[in-house]
């Protein structure tokens, strides 16, 4: 039988009622003729209360104990699923990360998946049964519990359905696809019916939360095609990640992304010298902050302005490590701006189509909205703004590209 | 370094304040020089908060999930108990009872431990950690996630002390230790500062909440000794549940018990000819039911009449068959009675007193008490009442052996 792997998130478990939905979905399914695995996330907000309980307690929980706490989430959501399932006559089983394989390294938190034994799995399937399995969690190296990390349920879905050679993962969420841009803040966004993994993969890595961007490039790694669907209108096509076809190769523009949850940090006046840059960002890397954009000006006098963006939340560690860093490449001054956001366009088809970059700088211009960095790659264009004036400028950029209107694919 | 046990009850773990509190003793225990194992249950209600969304989903959830949700419980719990106790510089990590080596046999919400294998805890104790360990939990033989039934924690406890060879295993409660009665019905009810296991056995089987039955059954076996606590006064005495010694056989009572949970079965007219009590209690024994006192009287006419007593919940589900299994034993006539309550004496020390037994008939006739149904063992007398008599019927005997008063021990 085919192995059709469903991934539900948080919203789509959260409470009884859901939870019935789902396990209809799920019984369809088998009853089509598959065999199904379905991954869960934690029921609503379980996994942040669970840990607003843990900081309650300490500060910073020990990590290891916060996985074995946050774990508890997708253990309640599965086991109800499954229990519900049970009660519609179709034999249901749940499995923990660990006892469904999941192999981790040792990094609590955020563990990356090494290896998937699937044994157990396969045996619960070839014996009948519906498995489902706790998403964002395994069991690392050392024995120990892990977690994912955000998204993470994602992951386990993919990295699953890629070891038992599932022929699609579904991945059911309350958006119901991937959107052109965030519909919250651009209404005219339009769903996308198709779009290859690289698109993806950049819309996700530029602020898109529908999907996490591990997952997907799990995905394209090992091929799998991911289809993006409504857990509450079964009608709807959704969006499928798969790799870009012949005709695919027309869309220009895939869609546009906003993150806001980034700080730019600038260091000013750094001696333009061979090392400085390595120096730097060894430095910040050492204190755990992951850097998305780097951004470096033309040196004047022997001297250059290095920025780049993080988490903020990675940046509010780094604060109190940044004038020793500043000190050691002999910066003549530093700051951090929280008040930024960044606005991307991806699409493969850029890359072939000049001037797209223009366009974009143009569409921003018309709107008065000063640019304060740029990075790109081949199918992406950033630009730091101020956070004010991000959903602005993630409205004039959709409109610009056509991306109102009609669907896509 | 000698090792101590310390179990914990839900309402111990209730909330972060008491977390709180909980950890601070563990780490006076280490820091007294003893390597610590902690046994914790599920915060509070979250047992029942868990169990009910199951039966919101099914009324009869499937068991293996059942035990898989349960499970949740004991996770949280000890999660956040281990980062109380780290953030308290003091190192600790919680272990499932999976990952405690706690094996049971295959019965879903009612599993029976069958083997410890402590090496995993042996291990985090000699590298320096306080063990936590989710209690009331343990994995089967066919390698699934069980539970094991109403006070599962204690046996835990009692298990694993045990099978590391502690010192002792503390039972830390909110009512401080093993009483003389309930002191929620008896007010004047003394705390029992030491009591012989069978004794202690007797009470918990007869309707004391303060020990599971099977957890003393086990100390019993392997000679541990258990110290009953108060979770809220480091002061109080609390109970020394241990082998007697001499000077303890001067106890003739050791307190008194109530049951309200149970319903007496009548079967009137029974033909009174070998073979049909085996016939009888074959066929509740077939549906699931436990039964407690059993009483048949004496035979008139050919026929006697069989009385039983079992849990309300156990005969609820009896009262589809009750009446196939009346027919087969060609009874005349059967009743179902949910309005009766257990009132026990137990004491060791009634074994060489005479006259105990009379004592307590005449207590509860002096009330006006009527006894329904009697049983008695060599330390032990119960009697059935009416519910409404119950209380009143617990204090009229505790009061009549001399347990009103000064401390025992």
Redesign the interface.
Known sequence: MPIVVQKYGGTSVDG?ER??VVADRVVEARDAGNDVIVVVSAMGQTTDD?AR??K???P???P???D??L??GE??A???L???I??RGCR???YTGS?AGIITDTVHGQAKIIEIRPR?ILEALEAGNVVIIAGFQGLSSA?EITTLGRGGSDLTAVAMASAVGAEVCEIYTDVGGVMTADPRIVPEARLIERIGYDDMLELAAAGAKVLQSRSVELARRSGLRLHVRSSFDDEAPGTWVQEVDDDMEDVLISGVALETDEAKVTFDGVPDTPGVAAALFKAVASVGVSVDMIVQNVSHDGATDLSFTAPIADVASLESTIGGIAQQVQARNWSVDDGVAKVSLVGAGMKSQPGVAADMFDALATEGINIEMISTSPIRISCVVRKADAERALRVVHARFGLDGAAVG
Chains 1, 2 share one sequence.
């Open positions: 009884v939870l019935r669970l309980m843990a309650d307690i300490a910073e929980p020990d290891r104990e916060m074995m706490l774990t508890a253990r309640i599965m086991a109800l499954g229990i519900a049970n009660a249901a089983a749940s006892q157990r024995y």
